[in-house]
């Protein structure tokens, strides 16, 4: 379901914004945006230098994720007058902002990982998983 809005900008109804909170949440969320997102908070980079930097990574996914994250205001893309054309990524003053809160994340992550584990080992062995 996606939240539309009507001429002026305002949501329908509550839902409808929620939904695309939902979307706005799995766009930033998903683990290439956030790769993306942290390789670009170092500065402008080029698709290629992106990509080698992202490991794992294809190019119809980089640039899926690309045009993404430019359509939803976190990065830039420019296209410099060159031959061939040199095309560079950034983030944006939004994507700055967003840089901030996935740093956060990351930095809780790497606090919690050992506890993280402990618990998905005793999870596994209580539940008998094989994942």
């Known amino acids: 379901m996606r939240a539309t809005m009507d001429e002026s900008g305002n949501w329908h109804t509550a839902a409808e914004r929620a939904a695309f909170v939902r979307d706005i949440l799995?766009?930033?969320?998903?683990?290439?945006?956030?790769?993306?997102i942290c390789r670009l908070g170092k500065g402008?980079?080029?698709?290629n230098e992106l990509?080698?930097?992202s490991d794992g990574?294809?190019?119809r996914m980089l640039s899926s994720t690309l045009r993404a994250l430019e359509r939803d205001?976190?990065?830039?893309?420019?296209?410099?007058?060159?031959v061939?054309?040199?095309?560079e990524y950034a983030l944006t003053e939004t994507g700055h902002t967003l840089l901030d809160v996935v740093k956060a994340?990351?930095?809780?992550?790497?606090q919690h990982v050992d506890v993280i584990r402990a618990a998905r080992a005793d999870y596994d062995q209580?539940?008998?998983t094989t994942d």
């Open 126 to 128: 209580r539940t008998h």
């Open 105 to 110: 994340l990351a930095h809780w992550t790497d």
């Open 26 to 36: 799995d766009r930033i969320g998903d683990k290439w945006s956030v790769i993306v």
């Open 73 to 82: 205001g976190i990065v830039t893309r420019t296209v410099h007058p060159t």
């Open 44 to 47: 402008p980079h080029r698709f």
């Open 84 to 87: 061939p054309p040199r095309v």
């Open 51 to 53: 990509r080698r930097a």
């Open 57 to 59: 990574i294809t190019q």
